[in-house]
Structures are given as structure tokens and as C-alpha cells.
């Protein structure tokens, strides 16, 4: 009983692998951020170690129990939650890569048998983040893991070393369907036409929907943003370029997931403005502001629609490039048709 929504194939090959004794030493689990990577992962564990040794987790034994909870004695998990973790807030929020030392406390671990499972299981979040010297640290991990050991990397890519890729089994999570996000969030009470909505944003991120569920304020932020991001389009070009400053700021303040977030909004919106022109309503995401999109989609040509969204795309991949950010945002912010 994986208690999973939707992964199928994903969980099946996992249960094969185990059940058939032809699981891997090393597991890289990647996709979107809030797609379902974390809970594959723990569920994995439990499955590894499940006591009812069917294949799959029973999620009522003890060892299960433990492993959900987070401290059964042969589980580790790291990330860069863990390795801020003690540290003061400016400096957690400085913290943009997973560091050597991370690995080498798994390194240290790695060493010592299972205390009472089978296997012992370490799962490290953000593995996209590794940095230089902690991808060699974690190559050398994967060349050699003693037998008893299962190695589980989650990353939101797989821009990883391709030496350290091609060690792990790999699992791309894709987004759900979007009537099984809405049937999904329906099952938690969520009306009809709230879910229909949610799961449309949601972009068959079923975790991400399910927080915004559960952050009911997070509904209005996103409303408040779109409506500073169309205003652009308004505003005059100084009012732009403090846009721009404002999010150049948060990057360098460790906030680059909020913008990212800010882009993947506005990128968002230009799609819909392509859908709309070009005459598929039917495929948006912004399913509560259809009117608004067909009367902003009349005054402009599908080519100057689809440039601004492969704009939005290029500063994102600046950014993931290091790009500097006040120059990147500004030169996209330059770039909206007024």
C-alpha cells in the first residue's frame, strides 16, 4: 500500500525491483519541485525495509511507522534543510549548494551495518545543488556502496554530473493529469470548481497543490503577483526597473526559488495569452481569468506573444547560469510590450 497518488508506473517498477531482489544500489528520483519526489522516496524506504517483506510498504509495522516519523535508526536523510539546520537565519538563507561536508557525514555513516532492518537507507533532497567538490564525494560513494546500503538521490533535475547520473537508476516523475489533481483535492473537500482550479495551476504538481490547499493566503499572493506582473505591461519603464531591483535583491538574498517562482508565474500567463490566440482556450492554466486573457490576446500578434514567453524562459535559464540577475530581470522587464 504505496498511498500515492498517481506514479503508477514509477511505483510498479519500484515494487518489481524489490520484490523480484533486482533493486539498485543508487536511485536518482527527479521532477518538479512539489511533483511527489519526496514521498516516493520515503515510501521506497519503507518498502525496502517493510517487515511484511511483500514488495511493497504496509505502512503499519513498526519499521514502516518509524521510517514515516523520520527516526528509524537506519534512515538518514540530508539536504539543505538539514545542513542549515543550527545555523543562524541570514546564513541558512546564504546557502545555495550542498556541501562536501553534507557528503562526508553520509561517508562516515556508510561504514556501519543496519542496526535492525535489512537495509540502510539515505536519502539526500536537493541533489541538483551539490556542489563541485560534494559531486566528486558523492561519485565516489556510488562507485563503492557496501551491499547493505541503498542510496536514494531527489533532485528537480538531473543536471547532475552525468558520471554521477549514470550510477543511479533513474525515475522522472512527470506531472499528473490534471482531472486526477482535481479528483485528488475533491477527495479532500475542496469544492469543484476551486480543485478544477487549483489542479490548472497546479500544473500536475500534486504536492504543490496540495500546499496551496493547506495555505489558503498563498491563493491570494499569487493573485497580488499576477496583477503586479500585468501591470507591467501598464506601468511606466522606471516602475519596471524597481520591479526588477526588488527581485535581483531577493536572489542575492538566497530567495532564488521566489524568483524562479515569479517567472514561472509570468511564463505561465504568457502561454495562456499563446493558447488563447491561437484559439485552444481549452489547455490554460489561468482557468479564473479566461476573459481577461482573450481581451488581452486581441491586441497582439501570436509571434510577439510567443517571444515574450521564450524571453521569461531565457532569464530563467540565465539565472541558472549565473547570470546577473538585476541584468537579466531588467533586460526581460525591457522587453514587455507597452
Known amino acids: 500500500m504505496w498511498n500515492i497518488i498517481g506514479h503508477e508506473w514509477a511505483i510498479e517498477q519500484l515494487q518489481t525491483s524489490i520484490s523480484n531482489a533486482t533493486d539498485a544500489h543508487a536511485y536518482l528520483i527527479s521532477g518538479m519541485a512539489g511533483i511527489g519526489k519526496a514521498l516516493v522516496a520515503l515510501r521506497f524506504a519503507q518498502a525496502l525495509n517493510c517487515e511484511q517483506a511483500t514488495g511493497a510498504p504496509c505502512l503499519s509495522c513498526r519499521t514502516c511507522r518509524r521510517i514515516e516519523r523520520g527516526n528509524h535508526p537506519d534512515l538518514r536523510i540530508a539536504g539543505m534543510a538539514s545542513q542549515a539546520a543550527g545555523l543562524k537565519a541570514d546564513e541558512a538563507a546564504r546557502q545555495k549548494e550542498l556541501k562536501i561536508g553534507t ?4 561517508q562516515r555513516d556508510l561504514t556501519l551495518r543496519p542496526y535492525e532492518a535489512r537495509r540502510r537507507i539515505f536519502i539526500l533532497h536537493d541533489a541538483e545543488r551539490l556542489n563541485e567538490e560534494a559531486s566528486n564525494a558523492m561519485l565516489k560513494t556510488l562507485e563503492e556502496p557496501p551491499p547493505y546500503v541503498t542510496l536514494i538521490l531527489v533532485a528537480n533535475s538531473t543536471e547532475l554530473l552525468p558520471t554521477i547520473v549514470s550510477r543511479c537508476r533513474v525515475l522522472r516523475l512527470r506531472p499528473l493529469p490534471r482531472r486526477q489533481v482535481a479528483a485528488a483535492l ?9 480543485a478544477a482550479m487549483l489542479a490548472a ?25 499576477l496583477d503586479t506582473l500585468l501591470n507591467l505591461q501598464g506601468s511606466s519603464l522606471s516602475a519596471g526597473m524597481r520591479w526588477a531591483e526588488q527581485r535581483a535583491k531577493e536572489y542575492r538574498s538566497g530567495e532564488q526559488e521566489t524568483v524562479f517562482a515569479w517567472l514561472e508565474l509570468w511564463q505561465g500567463w504568457w502561454r495562456d495569452m499563446l493558447l488563447t490566440a491561437a484559439g485552444c482556450p481549452e489547455g490554460i492554466v489561468n482557468t479564473d481569468r479566461r476573459d481577461q486573457l482573450a481581451q488581452l490576446a486581441k491586441g497582439q500578434s501570436l509571434a510577439q506573444i510567443h517571444a515574450m514567453a521564450t524571453r521569461i524562459g531565457q532569464a530563467a535559464q540565465h539565472l541558472r547560469e549565473n547570470g546577473n540577475p538585476q541584468l537579466v530581470l531588467e533586460h526581460v522587464v525591457l522587453q514587455v510590450p507597452r
Open 103 to 106: 557528503v562526508r557525514e553520509w
Open 186 to 194: 475533491e477527495a479532500r473537500g475542496v469544492t469543484k470548481d476551486d
Open 201 to 225: 495551476w497546479s500544473g500536475g504538481r500534486i504536492g504543490w497543490a496540495f500546499q496551496l490547499v493547506e495555505q489558503p493566503d498563498a491563493v491570494a499572493r499569487r493573485d497580488e503577483q
